[in-house]
């Protein structure tokens, strides 16, 4: 079930030798090799991109948009196969990969439609004089996607670059290459021209480093943590290139005396335990209003501990492990550090098992200021649960972070509602539900969380430059 790895350069799939193994973090497997661009990979790849931009540029939107649903078809046929890779390179369960798969596809399908809407405007001009706006693509764009989410992640890059008109060189995640691959084939299957999709693995710092500063490359788009985000930001720097940046994210929610308290727990623990909370917009930071904090936090600890952890290919797993060895002791550190400043540890905090990075679903509660976690995103599945004694006192909370991605809210009151719609930084702010973002809305960061939109109305405004032609009926 997991694909050959390989590398997709001018349409053609190319091996290389490769001493870097990819290894299923529930059984710590090696199920493939990863291949490694060299510098000759590289400049072949952007060789295809600006041919590929120079043709894909000028095909109609409405053929962009055509390429882009048969390949999004593909992937929804495929979906059995493309959800088994993910889960043996990724460890999340197999329902949440097959979900994953489809959400890919949605990417597709709503840039798709997005492709044919690029509108220009016209402006009043004077008599013999005519204002028109333009928004043209904007050339190769090299882009870097994480390993969280290996086929979605990829498909918003490859999305708003293929239905802007764009080509694009992406490298996938090291850990999690087959989603990509997957993407590639559907693009390829489905009659994309050669070099406007391109698709690399190796070094992610030689990649970045070789192909940021080149001159064909217009937009650097990279989702990933905040300390990458910045480097590759100063790469860019250098060519004044564009870049779109979906950053790090430290996501309060703020639990109101109103709320329903039962309901409102249980979907926090399983809303924080999904994809081992290796997502940018999951729920970390709970701040509860002082009169329910008690009822709320033992809800949720029970709800949190009472979470399957296993294989993701077994049946009525809820949590696979995390996605990668390196990211083990960086929790352990988190919870040690919160727990030596007073922090109680309510549930978990130990990797467990013999094979796996498995790591215990936990639950931090009465977590110092100080305390690394309430700066520091864990992107694991760790919560953190703390008295707030007013909406003041939870906005002041919640807005402490360098942060500005994700938000949430339990209440109905209209007025907390109002306030925290003004008043809470973050891109996307949810209300009674802990989902973040859909292919329709505007997704990202405000702060360190980056900035640049992806998918909504918003979406495709990065892959494309403005252009104001001033059109004079006579030589003036
Ligand atoms: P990391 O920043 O080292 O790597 C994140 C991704 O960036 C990886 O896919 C990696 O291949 C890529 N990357 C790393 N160095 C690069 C470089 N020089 N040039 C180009 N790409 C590069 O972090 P990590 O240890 O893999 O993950 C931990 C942190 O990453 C988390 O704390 C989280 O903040 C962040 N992260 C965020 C998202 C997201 O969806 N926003 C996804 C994955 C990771």
């Given at each position: ?139 190769v764009v090299a882009a870097f996607s994480p390993w969280n989410f290996p086929m979605s992640q990829p498909a918003r890059k490859i999305a708003g670059a293929l239905a802007s008109g764009c080509s694009i060189i ?8 087959a989603g990509a691959i997957h993407i590639a084939r559907a693009f390829e299957d489905a009659g994309l021209p050669p070099g406007v999709l391109n698709l690399l693995f190796g070094e992610p710092s030689e990649i ?184 003041d006192d939870a906005i002041a909370k919640a807005n402490a972070v360098p942060y500005g991605l994700a938000g949430y809210a339990f209440t109905n009151r209209a007025d907390y509602i109002d306030r925290m719609i ?55």
């Amino acid at each position: 079930m997991y694909p050959e790895l390989k590398l997709f350069i001018a349409g053609e799939w190319r091996t290389t030798a490769s001493d870097m193994p990819v290894v299923n973090p529930a059984t710590e497997q090696e199920i493939g090799r990863l291949p490694r661009a060299a510098k000759s990979d590289l400049d072949d790849a952007l060789e295809a991109a600006e041919k590929g931009f120079r043709i894909w540029s000028r095909t109609s939107p409405r053929k962009r948009s055509d390429v882009i649903l048969r390949a999004a078809a593909l992937m929804r046929a495929r979906q059995e196969e493309i959800a088994h890779s993910i889960t043996l390179e990724h460890g999340k369960p197999l329902p949440q990969a097959r979900l994953e798969v489809i959400r890919g596809a949605e990417f597709f399908e709503w840039d798709a439609g997005e492709a044919m809407r690029t509108y220009g405007r016209v402006i009043p001009a004077a008599h013999g004089h005519k204002f028109s706006v333009h928004h043209q693509p904007i050339g190769v764009v090299a882009a870097f996607s994480p390993w969280n989410f290996p086929m979605s992640q990829p498909a918003r890059k490859i999305a708003g670059a293929l239905a802007s008109g764009c080509s694009i060189i992406l490298k996938a995640a090291e850990e999690t290459p087959a989603g990509a691959i997957h993407i590639a084939r559907a693009f390829e299957d489905a009659g994309l021209p050669p070099g406007v999709l391109n698709l690399l693995f190796g070094e992610p710092s030689e990649i970045s480093g070789y192909l940021i500063p080149q001159e064909p490359v217009r937009l650097v788009a990279f989702t990933g943590s905040t300390a990458i985000g910045r480097h590759l930001t100063t790469l860019a720097s250098e060519n004044m290139t564009s870049v779109l940046m979906e950053l790090g994210g430290h996501a309060p929610v703020i639990v109101c005396e109103d709320t329903d308290v039962d309901m409102a727990a249980v979907s926090g623990a399983v809303r924080k335990m999904r994809n081992a909370g290796q997502v940018c917009t999951s729920p970390t930071r709970f701040f509860v209003h002082e009169r329910i904090f008690d009822d709320f936090a033992a809800t949720f600890v029970e709800r949190a501990a009472a979470t399957v952890v296993g294989n993701g290919m077994d049946d009525g797993v809820e949590m696979g492990p995390l996605a990668n060895e390196r990211r083990v002791p960086v929790l352990t550190d988190l919870v040690e550090d919160a727990r030596a400043k007073g922090a109680d540890v309510a549930t978990g905090g130990a990797r467990f098992g013999e094979t796996g990075y498995f790591f215990e679903p936990t639950v931090l509660m009465n977590v110092p200021d100080d305390a690394r976690i309430m700066q520091e995103e864990p992107f694991g599945p760790i919560a953190v649960i703390n008295p707030v004694s007013s909406l003041d006192d939870a906005i002041a909370k919640a807005n402490a972070v360098p942060y500005g991605l994700a938000g949430y809210a339990f209440t109905n009151r209209a007025d907390y509602i109002d306030r925290m719609i003004d008043e809470v930084e973050v891109g996307n702010l949810s209300i009674n539900t802990l989902e973040a973002s859909m292919p329709e809305t505007p997704f990202g960061g405000v702060k360190s969380s980056g900035y640049g939109r992806e998918g909504g109305a918003e979406g495709l405004d990065n892959y494309m430059t403005v252009k104001h032609v001033w059109h004079s009926a006579k030589i003036t």
